[in-house]
């Protein structure tokens, strides 16, 4: 019976034990998680997966080196394997947040059109201003500015989006507003992608996805692009009374299939409706 007992009791202290390293595994990475989706605003995705990974490697870094200045470990022993694994950690820290492929989705309220304005770089706000005349909101419910940074490889894109949601007079008043102050475009747009006849295959400058309709601004000065690598456009949706103005640049972008694709994953427009 005290056999028993004792088994029982050193079992219980091994399960309680493990129970605290793998806590102790666990947290640093659970909390780098955590700060990455919620504080730097990187979006779960396929695109995201190696940054998560890194992320998670990162965790687990940190945990060797909190165990290792915990250990019995001779001092010198101890500060050269330290040196090792925070040099690791710096590399693969590194690598992880800035060159990993990701997509990383801020949202503000406060402010958010003063932002929207202030926040787009002067190249891609003369662009904006080329574009169009100054936005007017109106009285609108709320207001939300969106970030989106999509990283794959050696491609970047950005896209600023100022979203406006509107009682139903009001979205009438802004839409009739909308209409005197933008011109869209008409002409269809190059794809970059041709048919067997070597003929390029053309797209409309807008498009529908669910309720809510895209367009394509003309710019003020008249000039006009066949690719997508710079654009600006305008989505109204009559049925929830919204407004997007989005600003999207993508300096390698030649070509898409479609302006459905372009709205939806590279200026990452689906990220606003997750």
Known sequence: MLQANRFRETTEKRVSGS?????????????????????????????????????????????RIILLLRSRRKAGIKVALLIVW???????????????????????????????EAD???????????????IEIGTADSIEYHTIFRYYVM?????????????????ERAIESMKERFHFRTEPLGTGYYDDDSVEIMDDPYTTIGDELFRMIEPGDGSTSDFYEDCVLIMTNDVKHQIAY????????????????LINENCGWKYLRL
Not at 101 to 107: E, G, L, M, R, W
Not at 155 to 171: D, G, K, P
């Open 120 to 134: 787009i770089p002067p190249y891609h706000r003369e662009l904006w201003e080329s574009f169009s005349v100054p």
């Open 155 to 171: 491609f970047e894109s950005h896209s600023w989006i100022l979203l406006c949601r509107y009682n139903e007079e009001e979205y």
């Open 86 to 116: 925070i040099v690791i950690f710096v590399v693969v820290g590194f690598f992880g947040l800035l060159f990993m492929p990701k997509t990383i989705h801020h949202v503000v309220k406060a402010d958010a059109k003063g932002r929207f």
């Open 19 to 63: 129970a605290v390293k793998l806590i102790i595994w666990c947290l640093p990475t659970l909390i780098l998680l955590l700060i990455s989706v919620f504080r730097i605003g990187i979006v779960p995705n396929p695109d995201s997966l190696p940054s998560f990974v890194v992320i998670a490697v990162t965790g687990l870094i940190i945990t």
């Open 246 to 261: 989005i600003v999207f640049h993508e300096f390698d972008l030649d070509m898409t299939t479609s302006l459905e694709e």
